[in-house]
């Protein structure tokens, strides 16, 4: 399976297991195996079955960190 992004398509580094309502641009998918990526905000590479997807874009991914902090600047 794969998912569109800005970049062409990519391949699902494992089947979603649930999907979170957004908040704002950013919504959080949980992932049944834990996948590597780099979080867009803060640069580093994380390892977790939780992504956070921003403006519906896969290519733009945040850690639960970065959307933790995000979502507490807003209040």
């Given at each position: 399976?794969?998912?569109?992004?800005?970049?062409?398509p990519?391949?699902?580094?494992?089947?979603?297991?649930?999907?979170?309502?957004?908040?704002?641009?950013?919504?959080?998918?949980?992932?049944?195996?834990?996948?590597?990526?780099?979080?867009?905000?803060?640069?580093?590479?994380?390892?977790?079955?939780?992504?956070?997807?921003?403006e519906?874009?896969?290519?733009?991914?945040?850690?639960?960190?970065?959307?933790?902090?995000?979502?507490?600047?807003?209040?």
């Open positions: 399976m794969t998912i569109k992004s800005k970049l062409g990519i391949p699902f580094p494992a089947p979603v297991v649930k999907i979170y309502p957004k908040r704002g641009p950013l919504q959080q998918f949980r992932f049944a195996k834990a996948t590597s990526f780099r979080c867009e905000r803060c640069g580093r590479v994380k390892k977790s079955k939780l992504v956070v997807r921003y519906n874009d896969w290519s733009r991914l945040l850690c639960n960190a970065c959307y933790g902090t995000i979502l507490s600047e807003r209040q």
